[in-house]
C-alpha cells in the first residue's frame, strides 16, 4: 500500500518560474516585512486561465445573473444550467471557473438534474482581483440562500475545502462529493511558501499575516477537521499522482466522516480527473443514490 501511494507525482498545475522564486530568496535576505507584502499578495490572486473549447457548450446554454456577497462589494457570477426541481451546486477550484466541472454538469443534465455554477470571487467574470477562503465561503453561502436547497454539491480542490466548510456550518446539502480537496489549510500555506523557494520558518510568519487579518485560526478550518461535523453521505476522490494536493489528504478527511467513501483513482492528476468520463459517472451515480 505505501508503494502505490509514494509513486512519483505530476509537476504541479501553479508551477512557479524559477526566475521569480530566485528573485524572492533574494528580497527574503535584505526585507521580510516586504516580501510577505508580495507573497501575501501573489498568493491572494488567482491566475486566469482562458477557457477551453470544451467548456463553452456548458457556458453558452446556461443562464447567468450576478450574485453581491453579503458584508462584500463583491459580485459573483452565477450559472444556472438545465431546470429542474433536483438541484446540484459545483465549485471549482483555485485559479478554475465555472465551467471546469462541465463533464460532471453534462452527465447531472442527463439524469434530471438541474446544475448551480459560478465563478468564485476574482475568478471569471466575477469581481475582485483578489480573495481567501472565508470570502469563498461566503459566497458559497450566498448562493445556497438564493438558488437552494440542493440535493447535492460537488467541489474539486480548494472548491471541496470550502463545501465542506459550508456544510458543517448550515447542512446545505444532502450528500457531498470532493474531488483532490486539500486538507489542513495551514499545509497550503506553508507549501506556497517553500514553492517560491522559502522555509517554513517564513512560512510561520506568513499564516500568522493571514491569521491576524481574517481573524481566525486557519486549521480550524481544515477539511478533516470540520469533516467531523458532517453527517451525510460524502464521496471522497482523489488520484494518488495528483501533483497540487496529497492524497494522504484524502485519507484523512475520509477517516474524520461519519458517512464517508472513499475513491482512489491512478493516472488522472489534479484536473484531468474532471475530465475522466468513468470518475464522472461514478460521481453522479453516488449522488443519485443518495438523494
Same mark, same amino acid.
Given at each position: 500500500?505505501?508503494?502505490?501511494?509514494?509513486?512519483?507525482?505530476?509537476? !504541479?498545475?501553479?508551477?512557479?518560474?524559477?526566475?521569480?522564486?530566485?528573485?524572492?530568496?533574494?528580497?527574503?535576505?535584505? +526585507?521580510?516585512?516586504?516580501?510577505?507584502?508580495?507573497?501575501?499578495? $501573489?498568493?491572494?490572486?488567482?491566475? #486566469?486561465?482562458?477557457?477551453?473549447?470544451?467548456?463553452?457548450?456548458?457556458?453558452?446554454?446556461?443562464? #447567468?445573473?450576478?450574485?453581491?456577497?453579503?458584508?462584500?462589494?463583491?459580485?459573483?457570477?452565477?450559472?444556472?444550467?438545465?431546470?429542474?426541481?433536483?438541484?446540484?451546486?459545483?465549485? %471549482?477550484?483555485? +485559479?478554475?471557473?465555472?465551467?471546469? $466541472?462541465?463533464?460532471?454538469?453534462?452527465?447531472?443534465?442527463?439524469?434530471?438534474?438541474? =446544475?448551480?455554477?459560478?465563478?468564485?470571487?476574482? %475568478?471569471?467574470?466575477?469581481?475582485?482581483?483578489?480573495?481567501?477562503?472565508?470570502?469563498?465561503?461566503?459566497?458559497?453561502?450566498?448562493?445556497?440562500?438564493?438558488?437552494?436547497?440542493?440535493?447535492?454539491?460537488?467541489? %474539486?480542490?480548494?472548491?471541496?475545502? =470550502?463545501?465542506? *466548510?459550508?456544510?458543517?456550518?448550515?447542512?446545505?446539502?444532502?450528500? $457531498?462529493?470532493?474531488?483532490?480537496?486539500?486538507?489542513? #489549510?495551514?499545509?497550503?500555506?506553508?507549501?506556497?511558501?517553500? *514553492?517560491?523557494?522559502?522555509?517554513?520558518?517564513?512560512?510561520?510568519?506568513?499564516?500568522?499575516?493571514?491569521?491576524?487579518? $481574517?481573524?481566525?485560526?486557519?486549521?480550524?478550518?481544515?477539511?478533516?477537521?470540520?469533516?467531523?461535523?458532517?453527517?451525510?453521505?460524502?464521496?471522497?476522490?482523489?488520484?494518488?499522482?495528483?501533483?497540487? #494536493? +496529497?492524497?494522504?489528504?484524502? /485519507?484523512?478527511?475520509?477517516? !474524520?466522516?461519519?458517512?464517508?467513501?472513499?475513491?482512489?483513482?491512478?493516472?488522472?492528476?489534479? /484536473?484531468?480527473?474532471?475530465?475522466?468520463?468513468?470518475?464522472?459517472?461514478?460521481?453522479?451515480?453516488?449522488?443519485?443514490? %443518495?438523494?
Amino acid at each position: 500500500m505505501n508503494s502505490f501511494f509514494n509513486q512519483p507525482k505530476f509537476e !504541479s498545475n501553479l508551477a512557479i518560474p524559477k526566475a521569480f522564486k530566485l528573485a524572492i530568496k533574494a528580497l527574503s535576505l535584505i +526585507s521580510t516585512q516586504l516580501t510577505l507584502k508580495i507573497t501575501s499578495s $501573489l498568493f491572494a490572486k488567482p491566475i #486566469v486561465f482562458a477557457t477551453p473549447k470544451r467548456e463553452l457548450g456548458m457556458l453558452q446554454s446556461s443562464q #447567468v445573473k450576478k450574485l453581491q456577497i453579503q458584508g462584500t462589494s463583491k459580485n459573483i457570477n452565477v450559472l444556472s444550467y438545465g431546470f429542474s426541481d433536483k438541484k446540484v451546486l459545483l465549485a %471549482h477550484g483555485w +485559479s478554475g471557473r465555472s465551467t471546469q $466541472l462541465y463533464m460532471i454538469a453534462n452527465y447531472l443534465l442527463e439524469q434530471g438534474y438541474m =446544475v448551480i455554477s459560478f465563478d468564485a470571487p476574482a %475568478h471569471g467574470s466575477s469581481s475582485g482581483k483578489s480573495t481567501n477562503l472565508i470570502e469563498y465561503i461566503e459566497a458559497v453561502k450566498a448562493i445556497h440562500y438564493e438558488y437552494g436547497p440542493f440535493d447535492a454539491a460537488v467541489g %474539486h480542490s480548494f472548491g471541496g475545502m =470550502v463545501l465542506m *466548510n459550508v456544510q458543517a456550518e448550515c447542512s446545505a446539502f444532502k450528500c $457531498l462529493v470532493t474531488v483532490g480537496a486539500a486538507d489542513k #489549510v495551514s499545509k497550503i500555506f506553508y507549501n506556497f511558501a517553500n *514553492n517560491i523557494g522559502l522555509d517554513n520558518s517564513f512560512g510561520k510568519k506568513f499564516i500568522a499575516r493571514f491569521e491576524k487579518k $481574517l481573524n481566525i485560526q486557519l486549521d480550524d478550518k481544515a477539511t478533516s477537521i470540520v469533516a467531523k461535523k458532517i453527517t451525510i453521505p460524502a464521496l471522497i476522490v482523489h488520484d494518488v499522482l495528483d501533483g497540487d #494536493v +496529497s492524497v494522504s489528504c484524502a /485519507t484523512s478527511i475520509r477517516q !474524520s466522516l461519519q458517512k464517508g467513501a472513499l475513491l482512489i483513482t491512478q493516472g488522472l492528476g489534479h /484536473t484531468k480527473i474532471l475530465r475522466n468520463k468513468e470518475i464522472a459517472l461514478r460521481i453522479v451515480n453516488f449522488i443519485k443514490q %443518495h438523494t
